[in-house]
T-cell receptor, first 114, second 114 residues
Framework: SQKIEQNSEALNIQEGKTATLTCNYT??????LQWYRQDPGRGPVFLLL?????KEKRKERLKVTFDTTLKQSLFHITASQPADSATYLC?????????????FGAGTTVTVRA | NAGVTQTPKFQVLKTGQSMTLQCAQD?????MYWYRQDPGMGLRLIYY???????DKGEVPNGYNVSRLNKREFSLRLESAAPSQTSVYFC?????????????FGPGTRLTVL
């Protein structure tokens, strides 16, 4: 069966350190992988997209890698700040029928301590 | 722009009652989606609409129906609510059927079925 697995444990880190989140998948051949941020009581918000032929993507303090051989994506938050505290979701994009749909992991909750 | 709006924000139902969750977007998007989010699980797709006038089942459609009223609005109906439908429901929209399109989410409806 198809599975998307993110860090099962919540991540607690000190301000200024780098947070690294993992997204592993099985039985998928995604064309694209996306990362979303979700704050408590709110809907997810898009952060970054990476294509299957890209190894790395950066946006400000965020960096995403995508290894289709390992079937894994890593999401890094560098120089973390308390405002980065949230749940981060990875999502795989695949073409199904007449649309590209997303399949989501359960998310990893990050808490950054001041 | 309001983006994606959902009503109501909270709802408590008794088993067997029916209700309709409303969703509207003002971004002129073609595709709209309904997800449910349960603790420890990723967002799961209930139904989607790739364009006005079309709807299709997602991963967990049983117990739900949808209506794409027009390009802006996509409603989700529970005909006979069950405790297993206690969840947070998110509506999302996406511009086109393209693979790099990202989804924009509403704030969610928190539904409890007693």
């Amino acid at each position: 069966s198809q599975k998307i697995e993110q860090n099962s444990e919540a991540l607690n880190i000190q301000e200024g350190k780098t947070a690294t989140l993992t997204c592993n998948y099985t039985n998928y051949s995604p064309a694209y992988l996306q990362w979303y941020r979700q704050d408590p009581g709110r809907g997810p918000v898009f952060l970054l997209l990476i294509r299957e032929n890209e190894k790395e993507k950066r946006k400000e303090r965020l960096k995403v890698t995508f290894d289709t051989t390992l079937k894994q994506s890593l999401f890094h938050i560098t120089a973390s700040q308390p405002a980065d505290s949230a749940t981060y979701l990875c999502a795989l994009s695949r073409r199904r029928s007449n649309d590209y749909k997303l399949s989501f992991g359960a998310g990893t909750t990050v808490t950054v301590r001041a | 722009n309001a983006g994606v709006t959902q009503t109501p924000k909270f709802q408590v139902l008794k088993t067997g009652q029916s209700m309709t969750l409303q969703c509207a977007q003002d971004m002129n998007h073609n595709s709209m989606y309904w997800y449910r989010q349960d603790p420890g699980m990723g967002l799961r797709l209930i139904y989607y609409s790739a364009s006005e006038g079309t709807t299709d089942k997602g991963e967990v459609p049983n117990g739900y129906n949808v209506s794409r009223l027009n390009k802006r609005e996509f409603s989700l109906r529970l005909e006979s609510a069950a405790p297993s439908q206690t969840s947070v429901y998110f509506c999302a929209s996406k511009g086109t059927g393209g693979p790099t399109d990202t989804q924009y989410f509403g704030p969610g409806t928190r539904l409890t079925v007693l």
